[in-house]
Structure formats: C-alpha cells, structure tokens
C-alpha cells in the first residue's frame, strides 16, 4: 500500500488505515471472533495504522474495552506487529454512554496509564487529545500530555477536533505529530478551515477520520449521481472514490475508515491505488453532498 509520513520524526503509515470505533459501540456490538477477523483482515491488507480510543465503548463501565480488542487482534496476528501504529486518545468519558468532554490533567493522566495496561503495552505509539474540553484551559491538556511524554509513557502527541490557532498552540509547548479532524464530501470543512492546509505545510499528519461520512451518511454515497461512473472507470465502488477524494485533498491525508464487514475493508483498502484526475475531483468538488 502506498504510504504517507505520521508527521515530524514519526513513522510512514500505510494511505488507507482502520477506525476500529464501531467493533465497541455500534448496536449490535459484533461478536469478538468476527471483530477480530475483521481487524486481521485490516492489517493483512496492508493497514499500518490503527485508529482506537479509551472511550470507544458502550458506557464507562467498559472504558478501554476497543483497545482491549485491538491489542487482543494484534497479539494473535501473525504479521509483522512491529510495523502497526496504534493510536489511541483520551480526553471524553461516557457517563451513562452520553459522551462529555475531560480533558482534565488529572483525568488524561489516569486515561493515559488506563490506556496503557489496556493496549498491553509500556508505551502508546501515538496518544491524542480527543478533543479541547471548554472547561479546561487547554494549555492545561496539552501540558499533561507533554508531561506524559516526558515520563516515556507516549512516542508520539496528536491531536484531534482542534483549530489551526489551537495547533499552533499546542505547538508552542510539545512536539505535535498529527492532527485528527473529520473530512468527507458532507463535511469538507477541514479543507476550507485551513486546516489540512496546515497540516500539509508544516509537514503534520491529517488523519480523516469519517471519511465516509460516518455510519448513517455513507449509506448514501451510491446514490450521489456523480460517483457511480467514476467508480466505474477505476473499477472500484463509490465508497473507495470518496476515499480517493479524500486523500486528494492534500499529501497530509490518512484516512482511518471504519468497517465491520470483511468486504468493506478490502473495499476501502482499494481507495490507496486509486489516484482521480482533477477533472473527476471538481465533479466531485462540485456535487451536492445531502447531509438531510
Ligand atoms: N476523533 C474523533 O472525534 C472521531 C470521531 C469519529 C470517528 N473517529 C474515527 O474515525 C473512524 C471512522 O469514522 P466513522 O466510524 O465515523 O465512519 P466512516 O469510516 O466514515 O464510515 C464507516 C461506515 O462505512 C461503512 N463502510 C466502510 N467501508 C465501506 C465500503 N467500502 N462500502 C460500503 N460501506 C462501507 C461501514 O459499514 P460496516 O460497518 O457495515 O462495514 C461503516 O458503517 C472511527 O472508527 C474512529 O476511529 C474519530
């Protein structure tokens, strides 16, 4: 698969990645022998990156159950397990599994230790604010993460659902590697908000994440009008062409799509050899994206 650098100093990841969110909390949860099938097939494709959280569960009772799964998948993998980046975030709780935003120091400091004995590991590839949280200074966040690094418990810093003034921000304080913001055609404001822009300049890594839309809106991807002939002339579906989209919008892309059916994993993994001239990229550009 085609590769793309994490960010400064940090390692080259394979285009397409894997969000594994919806194997914790989608209804209904699958089964954790299929989850894990899914998650081989993921990474015997060719993925080198995989996208997890502390909170991707069904409520806090179960905090860390989708990194418990990835690491259990990575244990009984036969492949080279050296070569996979597992990132995971901290920042969100889920009392009652609403999501509430906690980015407080001494929750991420707890998140970050919880993080660690539930991907198994002495220190987390790359760790991300899931989010700013309004009643934290974030400066504060930022700083606990630093300080987290500073103990050798995280190699690399990302951050996610941030501002361009926010990553400058951050950057003023640690070593940032990559930013994770939302990017699909329904959803294309981390393009025109500066940000991927950002990212591309200074070298970042930009992970998409829904780059499909999310779980509801992708199911309307075949009956956007435009995609199906283009989908046609590269001989893949609708859903790998948005994902081409995606990672056209600038040499910092990384999508991180989700899946929990085999089929879509090899799907989506064909998006990495699909490259779109600029004429299907403005008709693309151009298409009406109802997010109704
Ligand atoms: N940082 C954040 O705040 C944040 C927020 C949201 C998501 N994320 C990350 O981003 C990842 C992906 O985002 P997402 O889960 O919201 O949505 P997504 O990747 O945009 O869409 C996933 C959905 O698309 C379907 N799908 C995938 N490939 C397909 C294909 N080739 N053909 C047809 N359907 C296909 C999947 O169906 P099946 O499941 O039925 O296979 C799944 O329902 C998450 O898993 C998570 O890691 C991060």
Redesign the pocket.
């Known amino acids: 698969m085609k590769t793309r650098t994490l960010g400064p100093g940090a390692a080259d990841v394979g285009v397409v990645g894997y ?4 194997l914790s909390d ?1 209804s209904p949860r699958p089964a954790e022998a299929e989850a894990i099938r899914v998650l081989h097939a993921a990474l015997d494709g060719g993925v080198t990156l995989i ?3 502390d909170a991707y569960c069904f409520h806090e009772g179960e905090v860390g159950h989708n990194e418990r799964l990835v690491a259990k998948a990575l244990a009984s993998w036969v492949g080279p397990r050296e070569h996979v980046i597992v990132a995971t ?1 901290g920042g969100f709780v889920r009392p009652d599994g609403q999501w509430v935003e906690n980015a407080r120091p001494e929750h991420l400091r707890r998140a970050c230790d919880r993080s660690l004995a539930a991907l198994g590991v002495e220190r987390i590839d790359l760790y991300q604010l ?2 700013p949280d309004p009643q934290v200074p974030f400066d504060e966040s930022v700083g606990m993460l630093a300080d987290l690094q500073r103990a050798g418990k995280i190699h690399w810093l990302g951050l ?2 941030v501002s361009v003034e926010q990553i400058r921000a951050a950057r003023a304080q640690v070593e940032v590697v990559s930013v ?1 913001n ?1 990017l ?1 055609p329904f959803f294309p404001e981390a393009v025109r908000d500066g940000v991927v822009g950002y990212c591309d300049a200074e070298g970042l890594g930009f992970l998409a ?7 509801r809106l ?1 199911l309307k991807l075949p009956e956007v009008p435009v995609l199906a002939p283009i989908a046609r002339r590269h001989g893949v ?1 609708p ?2 062409v948005v994902l081409a989209w995606v990672l056209a919008q600038g040499p910092s892309v990384i999508v ?6 085999l089929a ?1 994993v090899a ?2 993994q064909a998006s990495a050899g699909v490259l779109l001239d600029d004429e299907e990229l403005a008709t693309i550009d151009q298409a009406e994206f109802s997010i109704a």
């Open positions: 969000g594994a969110w919806p989608s996208d997890t959280a975030k899931h989010g996610s659902n994770q939302r699909n994440f829904s780059p499909l839309g999310g779980g992708n579906s859903h790998a991180i799509p989700a899946a929990r059916k879509h799907d989506s």
